[in-house]
């Protein structure tokens, strides 16, 4: 009902800045939470950031000041932009959405991940 397609994940050094897009498609009526998490190998996946509708954001405190988060709701897109990155930055970066689509002549509402965008920091 509702894909969501990263884009921007790569290699990068320590030190740099990297930015992650997310695009959500389908017949969308509304999106509620917007966000990025990751999961480097052998750890559970984590919530790195989030952000409602109405641009209230929250952090994981270990990239407050690092990442920032933002969302431009008339595309149904969510943003990472990722400062000063860090070799523990490196993680498989995936993003979620909260949202309600259309399905027939109803509407669903779940929860929904993208494939995830593999973030390399290099020391």
């Known amino acids: 009902q509702v894909q969501l397609v990263e884009s921007g994940g790569g290699l990068a050094q320590a030190g740099g800045s990297m930015r992650l897009s997310c695009a959500a498609l389908?017949?969308?009526?509304?999106?509620?939470?917007m966000g990025w998490y990751r999961q480097a190998p052998g750890k559970e996946r984590e919530l790195i950031a989030n952000?409602?509708?109405?641009?209230?954001?929250n952090y994981k405190d270990s990239v407050k000041g690092r990442f920032t988060i933002s969302r431009d709701n008339a595309k149904n897109m969510v943003y990472l932009q990722m400062n000063s990155l860090k070799p523990e930055d490196t993680a498989v970066y995936y993003c979620?959405?909260?949202?309600?689509?259309?399905?027939?002549?109803?509407?669903?509402?779940?929860?929904?991940w993208g494939q995830g965008t593999q973030v390399t920091v290099s020391s």
């Open positions: 389908g017949r969308i009526v509304s999106i509620n939470v």
């Open positions: 952000i409602t509708s109405g641009g209230s954001a």
């Open positions: 979620n959405a909260e949202a309600t689509a259309y399905y027939g002549l109803r509407h669903l509402s779940g929860k929904y």
